[in-house]
């Protein structure tokens, strides 16, 4: 169960929702509007249920939300 999520972005602004679908929504459009990257649906999915810790496999998220 999805009980509320706080995701950190690398800038230090956080996500906070307390849906999932807040949170991705919120995730796009942050990395959108600071850092003119573009977060797939699936990605900020991943963020937001923490399974990627908030860099992705390769670390590639990381790189980009510089
Ligand atoms: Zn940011």
Redesign the pocket.
Known sequence: MFAGKAIR?????EVRASDEDDVVEEIRR??SE??GITFSLELARKLARGTTQGAGDDGSIRKE?Q
């Open positions: 972005c690398e800038c230090g602004y942050h990395a600071a850092h939300m």
